[in-house]
């Protein structure tokens, strides 16, 4: 990285300054890049290695015309091939830091297991359910319970599975786990396979209708889509196949 550009925002920089974060990434190179849940990392040819968290609405943008700087910017990298790497974050809501080992380092060592890359068995799951007293839908956005599980992929996947989002997780029973787990691999595997274009997921999922809290939302087969709160985050859910 011969170059490091950051922006002087205290918010998104977390317990680094960015003029420390531009120094520990100059002059070094990125060996791998990782993933857990919705945290990213790169792996450089030496300690410490930055860490990334979008936020609602980060992104990164490559380019190599230094005029293309998106708005918004955070952190821009120069790599030596002349490809220009920003991170925006326009509500800063997501997160840079530097950590020796991101694995052992808070939040990330805080979470659950990946369902895209470690997807637990479902007797493991069906057991950490058992102890779970809350809505299944707030225990599938606990990043401590499964990392990476967004909002509308919690609503997805309890549609499919043909689950009432309001149900405590402890209350689904041995053949309700096991159709919860065969829905989360298969939405994540489709929703990755597609690189995340929606307008290549299924025209069945109620991805499609559930934006907006339409009073009229309709599911594809015509069944009334409702808009409840649980776990503090918008559900949509359909009471005619969620049980």
């Avoid at 068995?121 to 956005?141: D, F, Q, T, Y």
């Avoid at 689904?172 to 065969?182: C, D, I, N, Q, S």
Wanted: one cysteine or more; glycine letters at 10%.
């Amino acid at each position: 990285m011969p170059g490091i550009a950051t922006a002087p925002d205290p918010i998104v920089f977390e317990g680094v300054t960015p003029r420390r974060f531009g120094a520990a990434l100059r002059g070094r190179r990125v060996l791998a890049v990782r993933r857990k849940g919705k945290h990213l990392w790169l792996e450089l040819d030496r300690r410490p290695w930055p860490t990334f968290h979008f936020g609602m609405g980060g992104d990164f943008h490559v380019y190599e015309n230094p005029g293309e700087r998106p708005r918004y910017w955070k952190l821009e990298i120069l790599t030596d091939r002349g490809v220009r790497l920003a991170m925006t974050n326009p509500r800063r809501l997501g997160r840079i830091r530097l950590f020796p080992e991101p694995t052992l380092s808070p939040p990330i060592h805080r979470l659950g297991p990946d369902p895209y890359l470690d997807l637990p068995s479902s007797r493991m799951l069906a057991g950490w359910l058992a102890r779970r007293p809350g809505p299944i839908k707030a225990v599938l956005l606990d990043q401590g319970f499964l990392a990476g599980v967004g909002n509308w992929i919690a609503d997805e996947v309890l549609f499919q599975a043909r689950l009432d989002p309001r149900r405590p997780g402890r209350s689904l029973t041995a053949a309700e786990v096991g159709r919860l787990r065969r829905c989360l691999a298969r939405i994540l595997t489709r929703a990755v396979a597609v690189d995340a274009d929606a307008e290549r997921f299924p025209r069945g999922w109620l991805f499609h209708r559930r934006w907006g809290r339409n009073p009229a939302a309709r599911t594809a087969a015509g069944e009334r889509i409702v808009f409840d709160t649980i776990g503090g985050r918008t559900t949509a859910w359909v009471p005619a196949v969620q049980r």
